[in-house]
């Protein structure tokens, strides 16, 4: 997938009208989509040191701070916080629909296009690496497989896949799924 194809179904295919959710915490990641010819997505791995989702892959991101203006205002906080990546490098195209974390925030991924080969400085506090996956094969729906849990009298599906040697899952791979149901309707009546 170009990157021209990919701004093209990004804008012209906004995801659907979200109803109003009640009231929760609220945070915000950022999909950082690396604008090269054939684009790619930047994904971090979080400090094994951290108390929550240590390991885990993500986007970076965070909870929404009183003097956050907006969501998108805290994502690009976040990912400068924890990758060095200044928000004027960043073209924020549009936002997916909000997702809900299993600690009870309220997740809006803000997608933004990146300038290729930026430097990063990862803090070491929270990132333990910084990897780039082409965007062509993150959008592939087949590479994500659920996983169905039932905890609490409630179902909750949760996708997986790997990547070289990182395994994404949980909301991250979730929201990486959603972007690519959005950019690409016509895989799901395959």
Do not use: C
């Not at 909301?171 to 149901?181: F, H, K, V």
């Amino acid at each position: 997938m170009t990157l021209d194809r990919f701004l093209t179904r990004f804008l012209l295919q906004p995801p659907a009208a979200e109803a109003p959710q009640p009231a929760r915490r609220q945070a915000a990641v950022l999909v950082p989509v690396v604008a090269r010819q054939q684009p790619g997505l930047l994904l971090t791995r979080r400090s094994p040191l951290l108390r929550k989702h240590a390991g885990q892959v993500a986007f970076p991101g965070g909870m929404r701070d009183d003097t956050d203006a907006s969501l998108q205002v805290t994502a690009l906080r976040e990912a400068h916080e924890e990758i060095g990546l200044r928000p004027q490098d960043v073209r924020i195209i549009g936002t997916l629909p909000a997702v809900s974390s299993s600690t009870g925030f309220q997740v809006t991924p803000v997608v933004g296009l990146i300038p290729p080969d930026l430097p990063w400085t990862p803090n070491a506090d929270e990132v333990d690496a910084i990897f780039e996956m082409p965007l062509e094969e993150a959008l592939r729906l087949s590479r994500y497989a659920p996983l169905d849990i039932h905890r609490g009298g409630l179902h909750h599906r949760v996708w997986l896949s790997w990547y070289q040697d990182y395994f994404v899952w949980g909301m991250t791979a979730g929201i990486i799924r959603q972007l690519s149901l959005q950019v690409m309707p016509e895989l799901v009546s395959r």
